[in-house]
Each structure stands twice: as structure tokens, then as C-alpha cells.
Nanobody, 125 residues
Framework: QVQLVESGGGSVQAGGSLRLSCAAS????????VGWFRRAPGKEREGVAI???????IYANSVKGRFTISQDNAKNTLDLQMNSLKPEDTGMYYC???????????????????WGQGTQVTVSS
């Protein structure tokens, strides 16, 4: 059974940094399209960053240049380094992964079959 567990969330002031990590059991991140999504209060869930199995990455325009998604194959974790955080980055952050490789990797919820429970990020001004 696949389980994804996020960690690393917290409260920071604007301009600060956080590093999120997603640990998987029963799953190997490097074989699939995987990524990070977030849900801000009162808003729909949105894609933040995704990484395909060839290592290519896609970022939401709102986080480009500030966030970096990466995989640690030795630890089998999916990480999200978040720098220059803004209050609008506040939300619940979710790790997501697909069950089978579909041949494309994009910010479409239906691609992703497995979701973590989320980790809260709060950025104060």
C-alpha cells in the first residue's frame, strides 16, 4: 500500500524559507510524475511544482524563481525548497504521485492517484 507523508511545514515571516519533504512507502518517486500542490484558505487546490521521471520540472508562475522541487533518490523523498516566502504562499501543501506513468506530467489533479495528508505552511507579513 502506498503512503505519502509530508513534513517540514511551519510558520515563518515573509522573506523566510522552508523545506518540505515527502516520504513514500511502497513507491519510488523517480519512476513517475510527482509533485506538490497547495490549497490556500477559501481557494481551490492548485499545482505548485511537478517533476517528471526524466527530471524535467514545471512550476506555477507564482513560485518560479523562489521554489525548487527535487528528488532524493537515496532517501526516496520528494522535496520542495521554498525561499522568499510571501503571505500568499500560505496554505496546506500536499505531495502527489501517480499510480502508473501516463506519458505526460502536468498540473492536472486527475493524473495523481496518491496524496499525502498535507503539511501546513503559514507565512506572516
Amino acid at each position: 500500500q502506498v503512503q505519502l507523508v509530508e513534513s517540514g511545514g511551519g510558520s515563518v515571516q515573509a522573506g523566510g524559507s522552508l523545506r518540505l519533504s515527502c516520504a513514500a512507502s511502497g513507491y519510488t518517486f523517480s519512476r513517475y510524475c510527482v509533485g506538490w500542490f497547495r490549497r490556500a484558505p477559501g481557494k481551490e487546490r492548485e499545482g505548485v511544482a511537478i517533476i517528471d521521471r526524466d527530471g524535467s520540472t514545471i512550476y506555477a508562475n507564482s513560485v518560479k524563481g523562489r521554489f525548487t522541487i527535487s528528488q532524493d533518490n537515496a532517501k526516496n523523498t520528494l522535496d520542495l525548497q521554498m525561499n522568499s516566502l510571501k503571505p500568499e504562499d500560505t496554505g496546506m501543501y500536499y505531495c502527489a504521485a501517480e499510480y502508473t506513468y501516463r506519458g505526460y506530467c502536468w498540473f492536472v489533479d486527475s493524473i495523481f492517484d496518491y496524496w499525502g495528508q498535507g503539511t501546513q505552511v503559514t507565512v506572516s507579513s
